[in-house]
């Protein structure tokens, strides 16, 4: 049968284990660390190593892997509290471009997320006078070019806010 490379072990043990790998290798040639990179170890050790560079490598893989678990549990709490909120959120970058929503943002929840995010804010959200019923900008567009945070709910007596219901939200 075919062999399988130390490389490609550490690619498949990280795509299906949540365990920190660390590489060991013979050789500190600039392609078989690229390669090996593409693995995402979470240490890269040369041979010949002594026992404090072994040890060294380990340690700052756990703790490496410590911190990315404790991150990632941190990001699920976050993403659950935002989607337990009953006023519409919505996240955009400083390009404007939406990178979440929460289901009360959107009139289709069951198409959430995945179909707006990546798309700016200014092609989905439209705001209006409601004494003319003209188009006025964003708060949330101002907020991003000022690089301050939107509260719209402040202006709710005197602007409609609404996501259009063009297949998008």
């Known amino acids: 049968g075919a062999t ?3 490389i490609d072990a550490a690619t ?22 690229a390669h090996a ?4 170890p979470y ?7 002594s026992d ?6 380990i ?3 756990l703790q490496r892997y410590k911190l990315e678990s404790e991150l990632r549990a941190s990001r699920q709490q976050f993403a659950t509290t935002l989607e337990s909120i009953t006023d519409a959120v ?18 289709h929840p069951e198409r959430l997320s995945d179909d707006v995010v990546c798309l700016r804010l200014d092609e989905v959200s439209h705001v209006i006078e409601a004494d003319t019923n003209k188009a006025v900008e964003n708060p949330c567009q101002i907020a991003v070019r000022t690089a301050r945070s939107c509260a719209p709910c402040a202006e ?4 409609r806010s609404s996501i259009e219901q063009s297949g998008y939200g």
């Open 4 to 6: 399988m490379s130390g």
């Open 12 to 33: 498949i043990i990280r795509q299906q284990l949540t365990v920190p790998v660390v590489s060991l290798t013979a050789f500190g040639v600039p392609d078989t660390v």
């Open 37 to 40: 990179t593409s693995a995402s």
């Open 43 to 49: 240490g890269y050790i040369i041979k010949p190593f």
């Open 52 to 57: 404090d560079a072994r040890r060294s490598g």
């Open 59 to 61: 340690e700052t893989a």
């Open 90 to 107: 919505v996240a955009v970058d400083s390009a404007g471009c939406i990178t979440f929503l929460n289901r009360a943002a959107t009139f």
């Open 156 to 159: 709710r007596s005197t602007r």
